[in-house]
């Protein structure tokens, strides 16, 4: 076995040491002389290890206890229709802002259900940037305000939350979450799909306030439908077991690894040393605003589209893999979600070093 | 390692030898340095690990061509919503048939969409059988017929595909697909969740008529629209890569045990062998009209019930665990799907005698 450094924007590396213990119990998990994916959800034991999950994320995220957590199926994709679908709570209008590919999806999905105020749009600086706060136009009356804390595909985060009035405050995490410390309290809602930072495809995590449930349309349906699953602890229907045990071994290594504040160190560190190589190559070329670079995906240019192909082949050779850009933006891309060692983005450097001095 | 009979009614047993070969691969897979779960969907590499699962759906069941497989997530509760939400077609009425917890449940969740007719209902029998097809009413303008095939609680399965007219024809098949060669043409949808016979919890199989889809309702959530999922291969958003893969595993292990008439005498054996063993007891007695006994799911009763408890506990101590009755009905239960080898339910068979011997 020969494992790679994997920098696949998501589904993601995940840290091996999850991958292992889910071989080692894979035919036989505490003895029970089974899988864990072959318990009933309803057995003492697998209720056990999905309370535990529950309980170490509100622990590694310190969400306070007037908040649900809830383990969904459907993705960040079916969360889209959801937010709207529950937290509209007899009002007609949401507001989103629009700084990415992801962002735009979810405001075309909101507007099956609501009447969307786009607050403000990068979509003429290319999605290269976040637009400045004194423009966002905000109805202070609508049910919410929606935003991507980071866009996957243009490498753009937010470095604080936003402040909105009083708005509850909406944001699709799915590809930040978990790798810093983060204020729960500010929001009124938080979702992410599980497969960049807390485990693999097929497992979604909606975080929200109390207060905010119980007025879903009547048309959602029960399997989205917040206060339903909140009532029966994420249990209306058979959830994703494995995927929520996967998660929770991944739960489990981020306290051993020192949680949010070591992640954040880690990252801070690891995205330093790819954007500082970027920088200093005149090689390279990172096309985000500097103030709103994220730390979780970072595109980059070579100097000349023909490179592109040479520069993924060499990297394969080289045991870096799932470089290549999203297929709406092209170039390149490396994420570094939680999981990539600091030894990856070590290896990556080096070899755009090299790769800049035999191309350049 | 001490693997067990599991007969738990799902999330249930898999074929040990799927088991051990994710297992294998599970750090590193097909020498990718990687493991499946680790990979984009969007890859060569998974999706065509992906179109060979539905090649080998449409091989086991023989699904013509003019019908779309799609690999969704939120469980067959998920298609309750879904199903009408895509199937009404303009229309606003839809039949279905009560024969147990389960068609409860999707009449229930279909009434949010639709006007329901109950075309006859077995609850008076406390589930027992299948109301009698001279007294089905059934309105020949309504969108579809829905029925559960095998109702996993009651223990209660059609042997015979129903008749119903021009009414595309909907099934619940999460408990018995793959369970018995199907006409798969004699229906309008099949839907099963995945983890009685198809693989671990968290997918979810549609089988759709093309000429179904098209109409969804406006407030479809994306996730769950036939037609934007089958124009995107299933992948519309990220699917659960993982669960799909496993079922993957699944479907090759059953077309190496030969399909599904293999898989019809084996299970037949099965069920004959435990029925025969619970009707000759004088002890152990099964309610369920023998005209629609189950082949998967085999609830019964001893004579007392302050014996279920010493019968549980011993079961367990002799390997076979997960025979509790469904907590709305109380009672045992053995689940037979196609993962639980012959020689599990002639071990059950011979501790259910040597049991009765000792407490009769």
Redesign the interface.
Known sequence: ????F?F???????P?AV??R??DE???WH?????V???????KAYVALAEQAEADLRELMAIPAHYRVLFL??????Q???IP?NLLRGKQRAVYLDTGLWSDKAIA?AR??ADVQVAASSRAAHYTTIPERADWDIDPQAAYFHYTSNETIGGVQFQTIPTVGDLPLVSDMSSDILSRPLDVSRFGLIYA?A?KNMG????TVVIVRDDLIGQA???T????DYRKQADNGSM????????WY?LGLVLEWLKGQGGLAAMETLNRTKADRLYSAIDASGFYDNPVDVRYRSLMNVPFRLPRQELEQPFLDAARKA?L??LEGH?SVGGLRASLYNAMPLAGVEALVDFMGEFARTHG
Chains 1, 2 share one sequence.
């Open positions: 076995m020969n494992r790679v994997n696949s924007p998501g589904p993601s590396a995940l091996e991958l292992a889910a071989r894979l035919l036989d003895s029970s002389g089974m899988s994916m072959e318990m009933s959800h309803r057995s199926q459907g993705g960040a994709s079916g889209f229709a959801a679908m999905e099956h259900y799909g497969q693999p495809s097929g497992i349309l009547p048309v349906p029960g399997v989205l209306l229907n058979t959830p994703p077991t494995f995927n996967l045991g893999v799932n297929r």
